[in-house]
């Protein structure tokens, strides 16, 4: 019980839970609105490439978390990124990615890139699944292809929505690889930066199992009833509070 005590009391957790949420914060609005955007532009009639454009899309998911953190990590290096030598010749100075407020910014857009695909997929199966009378009887009101989109597609994929927000929030939560990827190229990112990170210093670093153990527990519990409450949450709404 001591474990579990410490655990909750230790600075390094609140700090790093604090982070997290941050960027939670940062990613899942921009990941999921991205998401419904190109799953709503694939779905408008006359679509041309539409094959090539969903498979565009979707190909930074099949792509490794480690190897999209280490192509962005060397993107964000001002001495190596192509991005920041085109700056410099143009006269404008780069953002700093890796200090500060721009390191969640930097973190946030690698998921972003690597995630938005599968949640578009996602959506758009929802999108397919609509019936076309739907669209004609709109259109036949006189609504518009923008009009259509928000009154009647957003709302009928609204499940979908709901599913890729409560993915979402679960891969925030246990958010590792792209920190711990990125941290041997900043001196602004500690080995606590998020909860799970602290759980891999404790265990393998300092060594300490039992500390490890409780976090991981903690951590997982977070999880499970940050889940199921948002789950609850949802199936009032749908059935009207009954």
Request: charged share 10%; hydrophobic share 50%.
């Given at each position: 019980?001591?474990?579990?005590?410490?655990?909750?009391?230790?600075?390094?957790?609140?700090?790093?839970?604090?982070?997290?949420?941050?960027?939670?914060?940062?990613?899942?609005?921009?990941?999921?609105?991205?998401?419904?955007?190109?799953?709503?532009?694939?779905?408008?009639?006359?679509?041309?490439?539409?094959?090539?454009?969903?498979?565009?899309?979707?190909?930074?998911?099949?792509?490794?978390?480690?190897?999209?953190?280490?192509?962005?990590?060397?993107?964000?290096?001002?001495?190596?990124?192509?991005?920041?030598?085109?700056?410099?010749?143009?006269?404008?100075?780069?953002?700093?990615?890796?200090?500060?407020?721009?390191?969640?910014?930097?973190?946030?857009?690698?998921?972003?890139?690597?995630?938005?695909?599968f949640n578009m997929i996602v959506i758009y199966t929802s999108?397919?699944?609509?019936?076309?009378?739907?669209?004609?009887?709109?259109?036949?009101?006189?609504?518009?292809e923008l009009q259509i989109a928000l009154r009647v597609k957003?709302?009928?994929?609204?499940?979908?929505?709901?599913?890729?927000?409560?993915?979402?929030?679960?891969?925030t939560l246990q958010v590792f690889s792209e920190p711990m990827?990125?941290?041997?190229?900043?001196?602004?990112?500690?080995?606590?930066?998020?909860?799970?990170?602290?759980?891999?210093?404790?265990?393998?670093?300092?060594?300490?199992?039992?500390?490890?153990?409780?976090?991981?527990?903690?951590?997982?519990?977070?999880?499970?009833?940050?889940?199921?409450?948002?789950?609850?949450?949802?199936?009032?709404?749908?059935?009207?509070?009954?």
């Amino acid at each position: 019980m001591s474990n579990y005590t410490s655990a909750l009391t230790d600075p390094e957790l609140l700090a790093g839970s604090g982070r997290t949420l941050l960027y939670g914060a940062l990613l899942v609005p921009a990941m999921l609105g991205a998401a419904l955007l190109f799953a709503l532009l694939l779905d408008t009639p006359r679509l041309r490439l539409g094959a090539f454009s969903r498979l565009a899309i979707f190909l930074p998911y099949a792509v490794p978390g480690i190897v999209a953190s280490l192509l962005w990590g060397f993107l964000y290096l001002p001495t190596v990124s192509p991005g920041y030598f085109l700056l410099e010749k143009a006269g404008i100075g780069g953002p700093d990615l890796l200090h500060g407020n721009g390191l969640f910014v930097a973190l946030a857009n690698i998921a972003v890139w690597g995630g938005t695909g599968f949640n578009m997929i996602v959506i758009y199966t929802s999108l397919r699944a609509i019936p076309a009378e739907l669209y004609e009887a709109a259109r036949l009101d006189g609504a518009s292809e923008l009009q259509i989109a928000l009154r009647v597609k957003i709302p009928m994929v609204a499940p979908s929505l709901v599913l890729t927000f409560f993915f979402s929030m679960i891969a925030t939560l246990q958010v590792f690889s792209e920190p711990m990827t990125l941290k041997p190229l900043t001196n602004s990112m500690s080995s606590t930066w998020s909860p799970l990170m602290k759980v891999y210093r404790d265990a393998f670093v300092v060594g300490d199992i039992h500390s490890a153990a409780a976090t991981s527990t903690i951590v997982a519990v977070a999880t499970l009833v940050l889940s199921f409450g948002f789950l609850t949450l949802v199936s009032k709404r749908s059935t009207g509070g009954n």
